[in-house]
């Protein structure tokens, strides 16, 4: 009666082994990544000619053939990281999102144009955008 036994995954960045009790994120490609290495390259990338865009990172030159929707949202509270060196979470709410779906939580460490670091406030509004390529996506 032991445990379950995964597979060693890689995480794409240092290569290390992805505990998937622990680590359930994947980077903008669908990748198995450790959540401090995903976050370091973020906020390295932002120094970089990079943009920090709605929680992942997009070269400005690859933006203009996307499809997007965005949603009001607030955010709700500030959930504090319990191991140091982890960056704390926001927790948002999406409106005219279904009930037991609306909520996102979003690493809380965003970097503005000029590449300073800010982070969410509590009862803040802030606009969620989920972009897509537009080859990933169907005409109605």
Known sequence: MGGHSFPEIPCIICSKPVDLTVDLIADENGGPVH??????RTKASSNRGWSRYY???TSKE???DKSTA???GT????IESAIPNEPDKAQIT???GDPLYRELRIVNALTKENGEE???KTGQNVMVTVEANSKDTNKK
Do not use: F, P, Q, W
């Open 75 to 78: 955010v709700d509270k500030i």
């Open 118 to 120: 800010i982070s969410l």
């Open 55 to 57: 929680g992942r990172i």
């Open 62 to 64: 690859t933006m203009n």
């Open 70 to 72: 965005t949603m009001s």
């Open 35 to 40: 959540e401090h290495c995903y976050v370091k």
């Open 94 to 96: 999406v409106a005219g």
